[in-house]
């Protein structure tokens, strides 16, 4: 496993080690010492999988409140996304800014967006099926998220008309949005 750092402080960007044959490939996707090892100290208690069937599907920008905040490890079982993380961390020096990163089945890469970051993805081909690990149980109460076109933000994405669920279609845009972390430095 090899951990890359990103332009988003405690974003991570994991490179796992692949192992391939005449008959696929073998890789270990989690490994709790390795994650340790590398300053990732989570302990992730639910496993959640999306199917998302057409290319286009924008599911974003998500988080939940503190103390209810999430951190996700994200990674691509089929197809391909292009993920997105914002930090959302009052008084950090890159409060309001993104990043976008391709996550996919060929490419094996997996993100860790920690607590204090807005997490969406759009898929860029049908059946792309996403799963991830989180710190923290799903809660409705602290369910909150961005609007995914803020003009203040302005993501790059590649669509600009995603197929969106009707929750998404209605969140607020950063400056309105309900935040309540804090940069720790």
Known sequence: MRVLNTQLNAV??????????????FMETYNEKEAHTNGMHYKFIQDNHSLSVEAGVLRGLHYQLAPKAQTKLVRVTAGAIYDVVVDIRKGSPTFGHWQ???????????LLVPQGFAHG????????????????????EHDRGIAWN???LGIDWPTSAP???????????LADAEINFVYEG
């Open 121 to 140: 993805f759009c898929t860029i081909v049908p059946n792309s099926e996403v799963q991830y690990k989180v710190d923290a149980l799903y809660s409705p």
């Open 150 to 152: 803020d003009p203040a």
């Open 100 to 110: 976008g990163f391709i996550l996919s089945a060929a490419n094996k890469r997996q």
């Open 163 to 173: 197929i969106l669920s009707d929750k998404d279609g209605k969140h607020p845009v």
């Open 12 to 25: 991570k960007l994991i490179i796992c080690t692949v192992s391939t044959d005449s008959r696929g490939f």
